[in-house]
Structure formats: structure tokens, C-alpha cells
């Protein structure tokens, strides 16, 4: 995270390799602390949050260099305070972005552009938004999962103002302890990487905070291991994930992004301690639609 | 005779063979009963032994630990009451892992009285001491004299670095979540507890001393800041002062220097700029969101606190200011170096410069062999320029005064020639571009 950029990889890509593509430079507007990134089929286009600058950029999904992003939300209008994750509603076309200090979700309409105001904003106490940093759509359900402090909070998708939320996957069976991280949906399940990494810091902003003792240890020595999780977007309380990726065979030790490729059967998740990207062939957390098949055993068309 | 001589290696190597397989097998089966240590603490005295130096090591060690834990406590790895509609997970092992072997070298310091050059890697939190005539034209790697690293030294995404030349000591903060600068004697190795460790706000990148008022500057991204501590600072020890407001300018700062002859303290910054919080947009009188400003060299009073404004500010088309990351002070010469990210390029610049200047000399072009520059470091004593190439496995080294699209003299390598540097600096975040079948990382 010390330097900002987007690298682009070939899916096959393994080991040290180099980026086929980078995005880079001061005129594409990249800040560091990019927690969020999400491609757009429809329009063939990626968003990407600037957390440093209160703003969000939409690229060319082919962009390379330092290319100018496409359309720039930002200004006092947005109402994005410190924005870390996006997530695409691409059924009704919108942006969904989380606001870390700001405890916040703006929802902007997806060709939003410039001082643009939300279209709908999810806060305030009754919403329990804290460290957010993950964002899943179900616009089938129209369900909105979030990546919250310590677990997943499950939203209406259409949501606003302060509202509480209408379900909460947490506690010890969930495996999730702290800073659940990015998040997908795919056809009713959620996919969360879950960084379980401990990150204590003895400032708030800069000011050192009065209980401040000793350097807290680091944390990504925290012995309990991340994972890949996956959970029904109707879960809802104390509940094992349907199927986990973890262990030390697997690589992760404290997983933050997370990626799906359904049509290959993969997922992909970076590591914070391999500092890496990871690509596991899980055809089996896909689950095909059933053929519509006909009385004579054939598939209907 | 030589028959009988490779039967018998082919068998002695069969019998090694099998005794790794067997040890293998037992191993996967019963990790438990190899000890790998256990979280370690920077503050612990029973992890300075730990002569465990390698990162890969420490990860499995880490991930070893973290699974014995989750078993005993009953948390299963796969599957929950679901189990008939649960698609099946586990510990499966990648297909694919797009991981650097290497360091991915971030800032340089030399020290040319001890012939020292140290550089961190923010890929395997490392520091690496080179001899200072290391590199040349080979293409292989140069042996550093020693590296510290390992969980005991507590370093993650090490960013800045600072020598002190007279304590012999070094002084590196990490950025990322690691929230912490620590300093290390000259003389140490390997998995090594810091001298000191001191907590800092989150987003830490540069670091600076200041031998006349036994002081040392942290550069903050995040709260666009800078923080001084006492040099010896420890713990949670809080900053002497802290630069921060609108008035200062300060916009995603990173690389910074102190200038002991004149009393000044030179930030460069991207230009990125947001308040930290919602509370402090609406102490400022409402939201007024962030926004982008051109980077820029900003110069202050060595005292500067609170809201001080800089003193005067290199800024502008003309600067070629791109991505501003380390400086470097010649004050002999009276100039700064800077590495310029953004267009793979050195600038340098008359130390007292202001507004929108051109730089003096830009190194910069394919026979510079520089690529993703983020360390920078003078050295007057040898009339020589390092730079630290984030995007490439390499630190160049030109003569002080180089101009133009020149070839360096030395190039240190810490892979052989060739080697694709992935570059990632914990990837918070991914997507996949369906259409082209590509990942998407950015850092």
C-alpha cells in the first residue's frame, strides 16, 4: 500500500510475474488505501475509490498508464467521507460505496459524475455501521450484505436513512473475529474474505489516545487464521459458513480481496502476509442452474 | 566401477528420497508435534532467540500456529450442519499464487563513513546492509553483508528508513497497519528484536532525523500530518508536535527530509486531500469533501506545528512533479533529490526553491534503468546518487551530478536480471475483469 496503482494480471498468471497492464500516475487520481474494486460488464468500465480524497473514479476497464479516469465523483454533495469499498448493482444500475470513518453507505446512480448527490445513504446509530469495508448485492433478494466491524450486517437494498438492520451474521461459529474484509455475491451466497487480522492503533487520527500503553503486537501475527467464507445472503445470527477455504496448505493467513470467476470455477483472494494473490479452482462453490428438463428427459430450450 | 557407482547413488538417493516422503507425510499429519513458535511480540524477550530469518518460514510457522489453535478450539475447517448442501471447502491449496520471492526494494540511505547502504524491502519487511561499492554489470544478484528480518524485528510494509550516522543506528517505519517505527543498531541481524519501537499514527511513510535537536519526523498519508518525536522516543510516547490543518498544505504526504543548516523540514506530497473523519468535515463547518491538488515539495519551519503554513512550496507544470515519493538533502550542494514516481525519473532541485519551477537535471529514460523510483539517497562523500526502483529488482546508482537519459554506473540486483517484480504492497482489494480474463489488483 505504499505506492497506489492498479496492476492488471493474466488469470493464469503465477509466481513472480509482472503485470500485462498498469494503471499509474498522478493524472489517473489513484490515492493508496484501495480496499474496493469492482469491473462493470455492462459498461466495461472499473470503479475505484480514492480514500485520501474523499472521491470516486470510474476508469476504462481497458485503461493503462496514467490515464485520466473517466467520470470523478467527488465533492461536498457526495457526502463521501474516507470511501473504502464499492460493490456494483448492475440489475439496477448503481454504485455502492462505504464510507469508513464516515459510518456511512452512499448508493449513486452508476453514470453518477462530478458533486453528485446519493441517491440514497444508509446511517446513523441505528444502523450499527462501523469499520466497513465490504459490500455485497443481492438485487434478486435485493438484499445489501456489509462487511462490518466484526461481522456481516445484512441491509434491505433499497435502505435509507437510519435504519437498523434485518439480519446480522456473527459470533463464534462464523469464524469471523476482526476487519471482515471484501465481499461478493453470487446467486444467494456470500463471499467474504475474512482478514481476522488484529489491528490495534494506539492513536485515534493523530491524537494519542489516553489509555495508550504499550506497541501493540503486530497484526498480522495474530494467531488466528483468515479464511474464505462463504454464507446464504438469508443467514442470519450465529452460523457456521457453508464452506470455508482455510489451513495452512491454502496460503491464507489473513485474506483481504476476494474476487469470483464463476465461469472458470475460481476464486481469487489477495493475502495480506503473502502479500500475494491467490487462485483456487472451487468449481463446487458454483452451483450450476438446474436444466429446465421435460417429461421425456430432454432439456428444454 | 562407474556403474556400480550411479547404482549406488540412485539408491542412496531413492533412500533420501523415501525418508523426506515418509518425513513429509508424518509432518502433514501431525503438525502438532513440530514446534513453530507462537505469536511473537515485538516487546518479548523469548522470541529475540528465534533464529527463524526467512519469511516464508515465519508465514507457515504463523499459519501452522493459527491451525493448531483452530482446531483445538472445534472450529472445523469446512463444513457446518449443512453438510448435504454445503459445496465442499477446506485447506485446499491454490491453484495459482502470484507472490514476489524477492524484496521489493522501497528507500535507500548510505552511509558513506562506514560504506554502508541500507535498503528496506516492504515486500518481507526487511532491512538489507550492503557494502556501498556493491552492484556492477552483473546480472546476478549482490549478497547484502546482513538483513534483519523476521517476526522478532516486528517489520511489515517498511516504508522510509533514516540513518543516524554518529549513534549508528537505523530507523524504519511501517506503513500499511503496521503503525510503528522501529530502530535497529548497525550491527544486527537476522531475526532481531528493535532497540527501540515507538507507535505512530496510521499511514506512516517517511522518516527523518534530526541530530541538532535530537528529534524525529514521521510522515502521516492518511491525516495529511507530520509528527515529531524526541529522537529516543519509546512506546506510546506522544509527539513533541504535530503539523496538521489546511493551512499547512500538507496533501498525502510521503517522502521527507530535515535540513539541519537552515532550520527546515522538506514534505513531498501527491495532492491527495480528505479530511480524516466525519466529525472533523463537520467541525470544519459542514462537509466540504476532499479534493485534488498538484503535488508538490513543501518546505516549513523546523518548529512548525499546528497550522503553520509552509514556508514556500514547489508546485506546478513546469516541477514535472509526478507522484512525489522519497527525498534526499545534498547540502553541500544545496539541492534535493527527488524520486518521481509517476514518470520513472530522479528531479533535482536548488534546495531553496519555490512555485513553479523546472528542475535542474531529470534523470529519465530507458538506459537510467529506473522504474518505479521510491528511495532516493545522495552521497557527497562519493559523488554518487542511489535510487530504489519499487518496479524492478534493482537499486541504481549514478554519478551525483547525471542528466538526462544516462546509463547508471552501478546496478545493485536483489534478482537475477530478468526477474518480473509483481510490486504488490498488500493488495486490499480485487476484481476480476470477466471480458478479458484478467485479475485486477490494485495496492
Same mark, same amino acid.
Given at each position: ?11 493464469? &498468471? ?50 493503462? *498508464? ?14 463521501? %467521507?474516507?470511501?473504502?469499498? %464499492? ?15 464516515? !459510518?456511512?453507505?452512499?448508493?449513486? !446512480?452508476?453514470?453518477?459524475? *462530478?458533486?453528485?448527490?446519493?441517491? !440514497? ?19 434478486? !433478494?435485493?438484499?445489501? &450484505? ?20 434485518? *439480519? ?32 490495534q492503533n494506539l492513536y485515534?487520527?493523530v491524537?494519542l489516545r489516553?489509555?495508550a500503553t504499550d506497541v501493540p503486537d503486530d ?42 470467476? +464463476? ?13 500475494? %494473490? ?8 458454483? +452451483?450450476?442452474?438446474? +436444466?429446465? %428438463? ?8 | ?12 538417493? #531413492? ?27 515485538v516487546a ?16 507457515? #510457522? ?8 483452530? $482446531? $483445538? ?66 546480472? $546476478? ?13 516486528g517489520?511489515?510494509? @517498511? ?10 543506528? =537505523?530507523?524504519?517505519v511501517n506503513?500499511?497497519i503496521g503503525d510503528r517505527m522501529e ?13 527501540r519501537v515507538l507507535s505512530v499514527p496510521h499511514?506512516a ?11 524525529? #519526523?514521521v ?8 509528527v515529531?518525536y524526541?529522537?529516543?522516543a519509546t512506546g506510546s510516547e506522544a509527539p ?16 521527507? =527530509? ?25 467541525? $470544519? ?110 537499486? @541504481? ?47
Amino acid at each position: 500500500m505504499t505506492q497506489p496503482r492498479i496492476a492488471v494480471f493474466a488469470r493464469l &498468471a503465477n509466481g513472480d510475474a509482472a503485470p500485462t497492464r498498469l494503471i499509474t500516475g498522478q493524472n489517473t487520481l489513484l490515492g493508496r488505501t484501495i480496499h474496493g474494486l469492482a469491473y462493470n460488464p455492462t459498461r466495461d468500465e472499473i470503479v475505484v475509490p480514492n480514500a485520501l480524497a474523499d472521491a470516486v473514479l470510474v476508469f476504462r476497464a481497458a485503461a493503462a *498508464g496514467s490515464e485520466h479516469p473517466l467520470r470523478v465523483i467527488e465533492g461536498p454533495h457526495t457526502l463521501l %467521507v474516507t470511501p473504502h469499498a %464499492v460493490s456494483l448493482d448492475l440489475r439496477n444500475q448503481e454504485i455502492l460505496v462505504a464510507s469508513l470513518t464516515g !459510518r456511512r453507505i452512499n448508493v449513486f !446512480r452508476w453514470d453518477a459524475n *462530478g458533486d453528485a448527490a446519493p441517491v !440514497r445513504l444508509i446511517e446513523g446509530p441505528k444502523t450499527e455501521l462501523g469499520h466497513v469495508v465490504g459490500l455485497a448485492v443481492d438485487p434478486e !433478494r435485493n438484499l445489501l &450484505a456489509v462487511a462490518n466491524t466484526h461481522e456481516i450486517l445484512i441491509f434491505n437494498r433499497t435502505d435509507n436513512g437510519d435504519v437498523a438492520p434485518r *439480519g446480522r451474521i456473527a459470533g463464534p461459529k462464523t469464524g469471523i473475529t476482526d476487519e471482515p474484509w471484501q465481499m461478493e455475491f453470487y446467486k444467494g451466497r456470500i463471499f467474504l474474505a475474512a482478514s481476522n487480522h488484529f489491528h490495534q492503533n494506539l492513536y485515534d487520527g493523530v491524537t494519542l489516545r489516553p489509555d495508550a500503553t504499550d506497541v501493540p503486537d503486530d497484526p498480522w501475527l495474530n494467531p488466528i487464521l483468515g479464511f474464505m467464507g462463504i454464507w446464504n445472503i438469508t443467514d442470519n445470527g450465529d452460523v457456521a459458513p457453508l464452506a470455508m477455504i482455510r489451513g495452512p496448505f491454502s496460503g491464507l493467513i489473513h485474506p483481504v480481496g476476494l474476487a469470483l470467476n +464463476p465461469k472458470d470455477g475460481e476464486v481469487y483472494v489477495s493475502d495480506s502476509v503473502k502479500n500475494g %494473490v491467490l487462485g483456487f479452482l472451487v468449481p463446487q462453490f458454483f +452451483p450450476q442452474e438446474k +436444466p429446465n %428438463v421435460n417429461s421425456d428427459g430432454r432439456q428444454s430450450k | 566401477m562407474p556403474e556400480r557407482r550411479t547404482a549406488w547413488l540412485m539408491s542412496a538417493g #531413492a533412500a533420501l528420497m523415501f525418508i523426506g516422503g515418509c518425513f513429509n507425510l508424518f509432518f502433514r499429519a501431525t503438525p502438532s508435534l513440530f514446534h513453530f513458535g507462537t505469536q511473537a511480540s515485538v516487546a518479548s524477550d523469548d522470541a529475540a532467540d528465534d533464529d527463524d530469518s526467512c519469511a516464508d518460514t515465519t508465514e507457515l #510457522a504463523m499459519a501452522m500456529t493459527a491451525w493448531r489453535q483452530t $482446531q $483445538q478450539r472445534g472450529i472445523h475447517s469446512a463444513l457446518s450442519t449443512e453438510v448435504e448442501t454445503a459445496p465442499v471447502g477446506g485447506d485446499i491449496a491454490p491453484a495459482r499464487s502470484v507472490v514476489d520471492a524477492y524484496a521489493s526494494l522501497h528507500s535507500v540511505a548510505v552511509d558513506p563513513d562506514a560504506n554502508q547502504v541500507m535498503v528496506s524491502d516492504s515486500n518481507r519487511g526487511a532491512i538489507f546492509f550492503y557494502n556501498r561499492s556493491a552492484g556492477g554489470n552483473s546480472s $546476478q544478484i549482490a549478497n547484502p553483508e546482513r538483513v534483519i528480518r523476521g517476526p522478532s524485528t516486528g517489520m511489515m510494509f @517498511v516504508a522510509g528508513i533514516a540513518l543516524d550516522t554518529t549513534d549508528r543506528e =537505523v530507523f524504519a517505519v511501517n506503513n500499511d497497519i503496521g503503525d510503528r517505527m522501529e530502530v535497529f543498531p548497525y550491527d544486527v541481524e537476522g531475526n532481531t528484536k528493535p532497540k527501540r519501537v515507538l507507535s505512530v499514527p496510521h499511514g506512516a511513510w517517511g522518516v527523518a532525523l534530526n541530530p541538532m535537536r535530537k528529534e524525529v #519526523a514521521v510522515s502521516i498519508e492518511h491525516p495529511n500530518t507530520v509528527v515529531v518525536y524526541r529522537r529516543e522516543a519509546t512506546g506510546s510516547e506522544a509527539p513533541l508536535r504535530v503539523l496538521r490543518g489546511p493551512e499547512t498544505e500538507l496533501a498525502d504526504p510521503h517522502g521527507i =527530509v530535515v535540513d539541519t543548516g537552515h532550520d527546515e523540514m522538506l514534505v513531498a506530497n501527491h495532492g491527495n486531500w480528505a479530511p480524516l473523519t466525519r466529525e472533523e468535515e463537520q467541525a $470544519q463547518g459542514g462537509l466540504r469533501g476532499g479534493h485534488f491538488a498538484l503535488p508538490s515539495i513543501n518546505t516549513y519551519a523546523i518548529d512548525a506545528k499546528g497550522d503553520d503554513k509552509p514556508i514556500r512550496k514547489i508546485q506546478g507544470a513546469q516541477t514535472q512533479l509526478n507522484w512525489p515519493m522519497g527525498l534526499s538533502l545534498d547540502a553541500t550542494h544545496d539541492e534535493i533529490a527527488v524520486a518521481n514516481y509517476g514518470t520513472n525519473s530522479i528531479l533535482a532541485f536548488r534546495r531553496n526553491a519555490g512555485g513553479d519551477v523546472a528542475p535542474l537535471r531529470v534523470i529519465r529514460g530507458d538506459r537510467t534503468g529506473i522504474l518505479g523510483p521510491m528511495g532516493v539517497a545522495i552521497d557527497v562523500k562519493n559523488d554518487e546518487l542511489w535510487v530504489t526502483n519499487y518496479r524492478d529488482h534493482t537499486a @541504481v546508482v549514478f554519478a551525483r551530478t547525471a542528466n538526462g537519459n544516462v546509463a547508471p554506473k552501478r546496478v545493485l540486483r536483489n534478482a537475477p536480471a530478468g526477474t518480473p517484480a509483481v510490486g504488490f504492497g498488500n493488495p486490499g482489494a480485487i476484481a476480476y475483469d470477466s471480458k478479458r480474463g484478467q485479475i485486477l489488483v490494485p495496492n
